[in-house]
């Protein structure tokens, strides 16, 4: 499973044919527009395999870069960077911070730019066709998924309240449960089953 690389979710440029090129990853803008520094996120548990500048300067390419090579044969990029806080050869957890986010390199704002690539990172098929596009590369965003970052998520009180005092109208159970599930994203199946609950239950008074 592959984790959102940031915060952001104000994706900028996707994956695909853009202009008369080819656009191998998807942008995230900052989440305050023009601002650097977001936290960067390792995509998934790995290993840094590259932590770099682009060849050619800082105003080239990705700038500062980052590689990380996941165990299931996958590889994440992660480029723009303020700059290089990782060496290679470091292994990271998911959800850890591997950079900030920058305008590093042939960029015209601050943005991560983040691909996904099915291959090793010294594979043959890690490099380009004659039309650009990377023979590995794939869309990153069907595979991403929502997860909690690395940070405390702090469940709010009135999350707390609304759900113990449906525990004393016997509207719903087992209330250790459902704290446990506020701090994960919830099925909305369940959510559906509490509201249908709430909503035919009768009051004998």
């Not at 770099?52 to 992660?78: A, P």
């Not at 911070?97 to 291959?119: A, P």
Request: proline share 3%; net charge positive; with cysteine.
């Amino acid at each position: 499973m592959f984790i959102y690389p940031t915060k952001s979710r104000r994706v900028t440029s996707r994956y695909g044919v853009r202009g008369s090129g080819f656009h191998n990853g998807v942008d995230f803008g900052a989440v305050k527009v023009g601002v650097e520094g977001d936290a960067i996120y390792a995509s998934a548990d790995g290993k840094v395999v590259i932590s770099k500048v682009n060849g050619g300067g800082v105003n080239k390419g990705y700038g500062y870069y980052v590689i990380i090579q996941h165990d299931n044969g996958y590889c994440s990029l992660y480029a723009h960077l303020q700059k290089l806080e990782l060496k290679a050869g470091k292994t990271v957890k998911q959800g850890e911070i591997i950079g900030h986010m920058g305008n590093t390199g042939n960029s015209t704002g601050v943005h991560l730019h983040f691909e996904i690539r099915k291959s090793n990172y010294d594979n043959r098929f890690f490099y380009k066709n004659s039309n650009g596009q990377f023979i590995s590369s794939i869309d990153p965003l069907p595979l991403l998924q929502e997860k909690t970052t690395g940070e405390h998520t702090e469940i709010p009180s009135w999350y707390l309240d609304g759900f113990n005092g449906l525990v004393s109208k016997d509207i719903i159970q087992s209330p250790e449960y459902w704290k446990d599930k506020l701090s994960q994203p919830i099925k909305a199946g369940e959510v559906f089953a509490v509201i249908n609950k709430a909503m035919t239950r009768r009051d004998n008074k």
